[in-house]
Nanobody
Framework: QVQLVESGGGLVQAGGSPRLSCAAS????????MAWYRQAPGKQRELVAA???????NSADSVKGRFTISRDNAKNTVYLQMNSLKPEDTAVYYC??????????????WGQGTQVTVSS
């Protein structure tokens, strides 16, 4: 059984710089792309940023230049460094990972979500 456990959310002032972490645990053969999504109240879940196993990244235009995604493959952990937070960044942030638990099958896993609230 694989679990993704997120941490690092909470109440932050506008302009703050929190870092989210997401650690994968369980029987893991390999992890392909890891990503962060977010869902604000009344809105659809959207991709924030993603990173491949080789380190290639992409991010939403709304966070480019402010958020940075990174990963530590030895720890099966992905991070989201958020800088210059704005009230519109308020959302539940979800970790996502495509994980191979046995050859050749890859499964999409989600974390439970962590709330980030930005106060103005």
């Amino acid at each position: 059984q694989v679990q993704l456990v997120e941490s690092g959310g909470g109440l932050v002032q506008a302009g703050g710089s929190p870092r989210l972490s997401c650690a994968a645990s369980g029987i893991i053969f390999s992890i392909n792309t890891m990503a962060w999504y977010r869902q604000a109240p009344g809105k659809q879940r959207e991709l924030v940023a993603a990173i491949t196993s080789g380190g290639s990244t992409n991010s939403a235009d709304s966070v480019k230049g402010r958020f940075t995604i990174s990963r530590d493959n030895a720890k099966n952990t992905v991070y989201l460094q958020m800088n210059s937070l704005k009230p519109e960044d308020t959302a539940v942030y979800y970790c996502n990972a495509r994980i191979m638990t046995s050859l050749p099958y890859t499964t999409n896993y989600w974390g439970q979500g962590t709330q980030v609230t930005v106060s103005s």
